[in-house]
C-alpha cells in the first residue's frame, strides 16, 4: 500500500478524529437518535421516513417517544441496574424544527432521566431555514441543544424550487444570524451538488454565499435519485436531468479544495468542519459503536443486532400505548459482518481505520480478516497506510464503493 500522506495532515486528523477513551468503554455507550417525521412539504428528492399533512399527530407522536425512551433505556441498561452512558443525542427527521420548544425539552429530559448522558453531550437538533424563529431558537438553546444542523441544500433559489424547499436563500441568512444571536457556537450546513441543470459556477456561488456566513461545519451531498420520489419519476420521463458523474466529481473536488483553503478539515467524504466541530454523533455511525434509534422508522445498532421501529407514524403511536417497543424487524450481526462493516464505515473518515484498534476489539488482525481481497484496488492506488492507519487516497476518495464492496462477506 502506497504510504505518502502527508504527516501535519495525519497529526490534525488524530487530533481531530481519534478515540481519546478505550474502544471496548465506548462499545459500552449507545448514542441516542430521536426520529421526527413531520415535514410542511415533501421535497421531490427525499425518501426518507416523512409525512406531510399530519401535524395534528404531533403531541401524541411526541408522547409516544416519550415512552420509548423510557422503555428503551430500561432494555439496554447494565447489568447492575445503572442506566446506559450516551455521548450524543440528535433529533433527525423530518423536520424536528417543526416541534415546539417545549416538546423538544420534554423529550431531552427524558433521555436524561433513562440514560447516563454526559454533561457535555453533543445535543444536535437538524432544522429547516424556513421554520425558525429568534425566540424558537433561544428556546432550543436554554432547553440544551447545542448544536443546530439545517438543510439549506443551495443558495440558488430556482434550485430550491426545484427541490421542493419552501425556503428562500434569504431565510439561510437570516435563521444563522437568529441561531449565532440565540448563543449556537456549532451550526452545520446541509448543501446538495448534482442537481438538475445545476452549473458549476452555482455551484460556486452557493459556496462563497455559505462561506460568507462562517458555519462551523459543512454537509455537501451528491444527488442521488431514489426510487419512489418525484425525482425518479421527472427523470424516467425526461422532465430534468441530474448532474453527469464527471461534473459532480469536479463539484466534489472544487468544493474540498476550496473549503479546505478557508480552514474545514475533510474529516469525512461528505463532511467538512473548522477543527473541534466534527460531528460526534455521526461518528458514532462511522466508527461503527452503538446507538439506539427511537421514534418512527428508526434503526438501532446495538450488542451484535441492528433493528428497527414501525415506520407509520400512527401505527407508531397506537403500539407504545400497549407500552411495548414498536420493534418490526431484527437482524444479528455476525463478526465477519461486524468486521466488514467497520472496516468501510471507517474508511469513510480522513483518518481511516485504525488497524491496532480493528485488532483490539475482534481478536483478528486486519490483513487476516481481509486476505487479498483489497489486492486490485492497493495497485490501483486507492488506498494508504501509515502508522498503523489505512485509508483513502484521494483518488479512492471518488471511488470508494469500489474499496467498500471488496470489504463485504460474500
Known amino acids: 500500500m502506497t504510504n505518502i500522506a502527508p504527516e501535519s495532515t495525519t497529526q490534525t486528523f488524530q487530533t481531530l478524529l481519534q478515540p481519546t477513551e478505550p474502544i471496548q468503554r465506548l462499545l459500552e455507550t449507545a448514542s441516542l437518535y430521536l426520529h421526527i417525521p413531520f415535514c410542511h412539504t415533501r421535497c421531490h428528492y427525499c425518501d426518507f421516513n416523512t409525512y406531510a399533512g399530519i401535524l395534528p399527530l404531533r403531541e401524541p407522536y411526541v408522547r409516544a417517544l416519550l415512552t420509548e425512551i423510557e422503555l428503551a433505556g430500561k432494555a439496554v441498561q447494565l447489568a447492575n ?70 438543510g439549506a441544500q443551495s443558495f440558488d433559489a430556482d434550485l430550491l424550487k426545484t427541490l421542493g424547499r419552501i425556503h428562500s436563500p434569504e431565510e439561510i441568512t437570516q435563521a444563522v444570524q437568529y441561531a449565532r444571536a440565540a448563543g449556537f457556537t456549532s451550526i452545520n450546513l446541509d448543501f446538495m451538488f448534482g442537481l438538475p441543470d445545476q452549473t458549476m459556477q452555482q455551484w460556486r456561488d452557493t459556496l462563497e454565499r455559505a462561506l460568507d456566513l462562517h458555519p462551523d461545519h459543512f454537509s455537501l451531498y451528491s444527488l442521488i435519485i431514489e426510487e419512489g420520489t418525484p425525482f425518479h419519476t421527472w427523470t424516467a420521463e425526461g422532465r430534468i ?121 475482534f481478536a483478528q488482525p486486519f490483513t487476516q480478516f481481509v486476505g487479498n481481497r483489497l489486492r486490485i484496488v492497493e495497485e490501483a492506488g486507492l488506498l494508504e497506510q501509515e502508522d498503523g492507519w489505512l485509508r483513502l487516497s484521494q483518488r479512492g476518495r471518488l471511488l470508494g464503493n469500489e474499496v467498500f464492496l471488496r470489504l463485504l462477506p460474500d
Request: charged letters at 20%.
Open 241 to 361: 436531468t441530474p448532474g453527469d458523474e464527471d461534473l459532480c466529481a469536479d463539484m466534489y473536488e472544487y468544493a474540498d479544495e476550496r473549503l479546505q483553503k478557508a480552514g474545514y478539515v475533510n474529516y469525512e467524504i461528505s463532511n467538512w468542519s473548522l477543527p473541534g466541530h466534527h460531528s460526534r454523533h455521526n461518528l458514532t455511525y462511522w466508527q461503527n459503536l452503538p446507538y439506539i434509534g427511537m421514534g418512527a422508522g428508526a434503526y438501532s445498532s446495538f450488542g451484535n443486532s441492528r433493528f428497527s421501529n414501525e415506520r407509520d407514524p400512527l401505527a407508531y403511536i397506537k403500539q407504545l400505548k400497549t407500552g411495548h417497543i414498536p420493534e418490526v424487524d431484527r437482524e444479528v450481526i455476525e463478526p465477519e459482518q461486524a468486521m466488514a462493516e467497520t472496516a468501510f464505515l471507517a474508511l469513510r473518515t480522513a483518518i481511516g481505520l485504525h488497524l491496532p484498534t480493528f485488532e483490539q476489539r
Open 81 to 150: 441496574g445503572l442506566p446506559r452512558r450516551s455521548r450524543t443525542i440528535f433529533f433527525g427527521g423530518g423536520t424536528p424544527s417543526m416541534l415546539n420548544v417545549s416538546q423538544i425539552s420534554r423529550m431531552l429530559n427524558a433521555c436524561f432521566n433513562a440514560f447516563a448522558v454526559d454533561k457535555d453531550a453533543e445535543i444536535t437538533l437538524e432544522a429547516n431555514p424556513g421554520t425558525l424563529s429568534q425566540e424558537q431558537l433561544e428556546g432550543l438553546r436554554a432547553a440544551g441543544i447545542n448544536r443546530l444542523s439545517m
